[in-house]
């Protein structure tokens, strides 16, 4: 069975950090790109990050850049997001998705499995 679980979220003050994993089973992971995107109430799903096939390429948008890491362990059939200096304004539910390629500014194309997701809170 194709799936992808998404795990690590929670709530955090603001300037405090998160390790979102998301695992993959029942396929090679390493034969995609994968991008986790994030949707807030009432705001449409974005694309927050994604990194290429054998980790060639990270992309962000421009809101986390400089605060969030991904990376990927193909060994592991797992990438993980490290979300440093949260702010309120990354509360949202955190999704992770294999595609075709990532977009320069961190969405992905061609989306072929996702996950149902992890809730991130950031409030004091």
């Known amino acids: 069975q194709v799936q992808l679980v998404e795990s690590g979220g929670g709530l955090v003050q603001p300037g405090g950090s998160l390790r979102l994993s998301c695992t993959a089973s029942?396929?090679?992971?390493?034969?995609?790109?994968i991008g986790w995107s994030r949707q807030a109430p009432g705001k449409e799903r974005e694309g927050v990050s994604c990194i290429s096939r054998r980790s060639a390429n990270t992309y962000y948008t421009e809101s986390v850049k400089g605060r969030f890491t991904i990376s990927r362990n193909d060994a592991m059939n797992t990438v993980s997001l490290q979300m440093n200096s949260l702010k309120p304004e990354d509360t949202a539910t955190y999704y992770c998705?294999?595609?075709?390629?990532?977009?320069?500014?961190?969405?992905?194309?061609?989306?072929?499995?996702w996950g149902q997701g992890t809730q991130v809170t950031v409030s004091s």
């Open positions: 029942g396929f090679t992971s390493s034969n995609y790109a």
């Open positions: 998705a294999t595609g075709q390629f990532c977009t320069i500014d961190g969405g992905i194309v061609g989306r072929n499995n």
